[in-house]
């Protein structure tokens, strides 16, 4: 079975990196043709892969300008912002930011993005392929009601599509955890309550002291 993801990655001189590095038998099977009868893998989402995009904040999203260069710039909100349309299309409602439009620029001469969804907590990464279209909120307000985030403070400028050609998931190695504000609320709790409690002792210990009671006395 073929793997989409690396149909589109690996080219010549991908190809003679691996020579070079002692990789390519590795990956040889996965760029032989398939059979008749065979499919190409990770071409359409997943319900692992829907559910992670669903649980995200945030991601990488890379485009390539006219002249070549690579962009990269990261988009941010509330968890589940970038909405999975079906399973070939992502979805999500763009903010007015900086307004420097370097990405809805780069994408009107080349549609094709890459985008890196991370967590950093459980150490998963999902890389996607896709290219990347910007409707006008106007043409659509039915999807702009649809990928709206309710309670979100912005203008919504435009809506972004991206019909996924790929994705991939990466190993683990080399990801630093990292944990977010509400990620460390919920993994602090237990240790929250024991330290309630043992205020809630210490206290009571306290008062016994100062009245001369026994040390169980409330």
Wanted: net charge neutral.
């Amino acid at each position: 079975m073929r793997h989409g993801y690396l149909d589109i990655a690996t080219t010549p001189s991908v190809m003679a990196a691996r020579e070079r590095y002692g990789s390519a038998a590795r990956w040889t099977q996965a760029q032989e043709p398939p059979a008749p009868d065979e499919s190409v893998r990770n071409l359409r989402l997943g319900a692992p892969e829907q559910a992670f995009i669903g649980e995200r904040d945030g991601f990488y999203l890379a485009s390539v300008s006219e002249t070549g260069w690579p962009y990269v710039q990261y988009r941010g909100g509330p968890a589940g912002f970038l909405r999975v349309i079906d399973d070939r299309t992502l979805g999500f409602a763009d903010f007015r930011g900086n307004r420097q439009y370097i990405t809805t620029g780069n994408v009107q001469a080349n549609d094709r993005v890459s985008l890196f969804l991370m967590d950093y907590a459980h150490r998963h990464r999902l890389k996607i392929f896709g290219r990347m279209r910007v409707v006008d909120p106007v043409d659509d307000p039915a999807l702009k009601e649809r990928l709206a985030v309710p309670g979100y403070a912005g203008h919504i400028e435009r809506i972004v599509l991206i019909t996924v050609e790929a994705f991939d998931w990466n190993c683990p190695q080399h990801i630093t955890p990292r944990f977010t504000e509400g990620e460390l609320a919920a993994a602090l709790e237990p240790v929250r309550a024991e330290m309630d409690g043992l205020r809630q002792e210490n206290e009571r210990l306290r008062r016994a002291l100062m009245t001369g009671g026994p040390a169980g006395t409330p």
